[in-house]
């Protein structure tokens, strides 16, 4: 069995694969119809919408057969994206390049394969739309046609799919917000005391937290925790126990569930909510926590945002008046978990929303609104601090000669290693096409010369930025536009020196 050969620009091809956002989604309608169409104009048992990975084949819609997913050295349509036109083995038996295939020696024991390139806009072929058969199926070039022109929607179909997609996120976060609220008024309704909870200024682990305490005395538990995990680590905060929970139990959610192979260790990756009315009797039960008499646990997942998954977990003691987890007691907790859901996705959305509208989306600094706030802030808070303007010499050049491209990447270059070099005592905004501005709890100016200079070396590994002018100015001078002024009026100094100095060199070239 060979492999076939990589195309001709693969790293561009593999770009606009990933710019569709297509792998490793869930089935989606508009391209199971093209499918069963293909399958039916063609009369084929088998027809497929697969995208030709770096290292692997994914199936997006399968008809006969369930999608599949497999090394790209075994899938015929790694063939097929070399060439423009469709591929055709009429017998892959007698084909040396397939006969090994194990898709030909075994399930689906394909003997007719057709496939046709799913071509983007940009001319890439970044996956196929084929149909198999594994009997004798010969093809008019009706057939053929048909298959290029539904392979043709396919790409239509993703082209409308990204845009969607484009067009929902340009729609921005209110939207979102607008469909979390709902949701989480819906929510309020089953569970008034934890959702009043929502409208508070509180961050992710506050609201759970506060919930998880509410819900502790509504339930009748001993114990009501929160369970974090972080990478390989796992935290807990105790967030309800009940005045009758042994000394020697508080210590045990601490203690014992860090330890791995354990119950709730196990829960990391769980989706829906599990309850056990009798703890001694599942497997892996640790000793510790049935001598502390604990008998009825509750898990309720909470899921994972970021780096860190998040577990509810409720304690009944055995010695506790209610004997066992009621079909009363898991509606509170599902509906609860349901609303404190909701709150977590919808601080994630604001807070995604807020930096958004913070960010400078070609830099990724902070951007003008950004700073207009922030200063604000920094200048309410009586502790001094640095504000530096800084304007890239030369960039103006570079755009001419070069192209704005490369401009671009100069920006990008200059901001992502300044704002490394900064860290996180210094903020930094982009406020013009190539003005800068950044505020410093430090007031060593030495330093943030350092720090620029540095940014402006990897800047000209990109292109020959000149150098940045840089005003700075102490919060102890002015405040507010005056400051900003201040500095800016420095910054200019500078320039003009640099310009004076530079006309007076090359003047001295000339004679």
């Not at 009586?382 to 030369?394: E, P, R």
């Amino acid at each position: 069995m060979t492999g076939a050969p990589f195309p001709d620009q693969e790293y561009a091809r593999l770009l606009t694969l990933a710019q569709y956002e297509i792998l490793d989604t869930y089935p989606e309608a508009a391209f199971d119809r093209i499918t069963r169409l293909a399958a039916h104009l063609l009369k084929t048992p088998v027809a497929m919408v697969n995208f030709v990975d770096q290292h692997r084949l994914w199936g997006k819609s399968a008809v006969g057969v369930n999608p599949v997913s497999m090394p790209r050295s075994e899938a015929l349509c790694a063939w097929t994206i070399l060439h423009d036109t469709p591929m055709v083995v009429e017998n892959a038996h007698l084909d040396p390049r397939f006969c090994y295939n194990p898709g030909v020696t075994g399930d689906p024991h394909i003997h007719m394969y057709a496939g046709a390139p799913l071509t983007s806009p940009s001319g890439h072929r970044i996956g196929t739309l084929c149909v198999m058969d594994d009997q004798p199926h010969p093809l008019t070039p009706g057939d053929l046609q048909a298959l290029q022109d539904l392979a043709a929607l396919v790409v239509d179909e993703l082209e409308l799919r990204i845009k969607n997609l484009q067009l929902s996120r340009e729609l921005g976060a209110q939207e979102q917000l607008g469909q979390e609220l709902r949701r989480t008024l819906e929510h309020g309704r089953v569970l008034e005391g934890v959702s009043s909870l929502m409208d508070l200024d509180l961050g992710p682990e506050e609201i759970t937290l506060a919930a998880a305490g509410l819900l502790g005395e509504a339930l009748g538990a001993d114990y009501t925790g929160l369970i974090l995990f972080h990478g390989e680590t796992l935290r807990i905060e105790a967030a309800y126990s009940h005045p009758r929970l042994p000394i020697e139990a508080h210590a045990i959610p601490d203690r014992v569930l860090r330890l791995p192979g354990t119950l709730t260790s196990a829960l990391r990756n769980a989706t829906l909510p599990l309850y056990t009315n009798d703890y001694a009797a599942n497997q892996g039960a640790l000793k510790e926590v049935i001598e502390a008499g604990v008998k009825q646990i509750a898990w309720l997942p909470l899921g994972t945002r970021g780096k860190v998954t998040s577990l509810l977990m409720t304690v009944r003691l055995k010695d506790n008046p209610v004997p066992q987890w009621r079909s009363s007691d898991r509606a509170l907790l599902e509906a609860a978990g349901r609303s404190v859901r909701s709150a977590l996705d919808r601080r994630l959305v604001m807070d995604a929303a807020l930096q958004e509208a913070r960010q400078d989306s070609l830099t990724g600094a902070l951007n003008r609104r950004a700073f207009d706030h922030d200063l604000d802030e920094w200048s309410s808070i009586d502790k001094a601090f640095t504000l530096a303007v800084l304007d890239l010499d030369g960039l103006k050049t570079v755009n001419d000669a070069e192209g704005h491209a490369q401009g671009d990447k100069v920006l990008q270059v200059f901001a992502g290693t300044l704002a490394v070099e900064l860290g996180k005592a210094a903020s930094l905004y982009r406020v013009g096409g190539d003005e800068f501005i950044l505020l410093s709890v430090s007031t060593e100016e030495d330093a943030l010369y350092e720090q620029v200079d540095v940014a402006v070396l990897a800047a000209r590994q990109v292109s020959g930025l000149r150098g940045v002018s840089m005003g700075i100015a102490q919060s102890s001078e002015a405040s507010g536009p005056d400051l900003i002024e201040l500095a800016d009026r420095r910054m200019y100094a500078v320039k003009q020196r640099r310009q004076q100095v530079r006309a007076g060199y090359e003047e001295s070239i000339t004679f």
